[in-house]
């Protein structure tokens, strides 16, 4: 059973920056692709950013374009999202997933996603 591990959240002023982490332990980790989500109080949980395992295709939301940046390094089994340019509007906890086998469909729905971490939280000051 996969355990993934979010870590890396805090509170940061308007324009600064962060980087999420999230580690995978808990047996052969070989992913298709990792997610990064975010909930923000009242909200639904959104897609932020994704990105394919093996190949390194990376896929973003257009809100976070240009300022987010999603990575891995396989041989850790651990994904990243470098966060810049941080807005008010980006305070939210911040999940990753995983999805494991191979799939067609846009990388962005949350109900493709087999394994969560538990979250970690982002909270940006104006």
């Known amino acids: 059973q996969v355990q993934l591990v979010a870590s890396g959240g805090g509170l940061v002023q308007a324009g600064g920056s962060l980087r999420l982490s999230c580690a995978a332990s808990?047996?052969?980790?070989?992913?298709?692709?990792m997610g990064w989500f975010r909930q923000a109080p009242g909200k639904a949980r959104e897609f932020v950013a994704a990105?394919?395992?093996?190949?390194?295709?990376?896929y973003y939301a257009d809100a976070v374009k240009g300022r987010f940046t999603i990575s891995r390094d396989n041989a850790r089994h651990s994904v990243f999202l470098q966060i810049d340019s941080l807005k008010p509007e980006d305070t939210a906890v911040y999940y990753c997933?995983?999805?494991?086998?191979?799939?067609?469909?846009?990388?962005?729905?949350?109900?493709?996603?087999?394994?969560w971490g538990q979250g970690t939280q982002v909270t940006v000051s104006s």
């Open positions: 808990g047996g052969s980790f070989s992913p298709y692709a």
């Open positions: 997933a995983s999805r494991r086998r191979y799939y067609t469909g846009s990388l962005s729905v949350r109900a493709i996603y087999d394994d």
């Open positions: 990105i394919k395992w093996l190949a390194g295709s990376t």
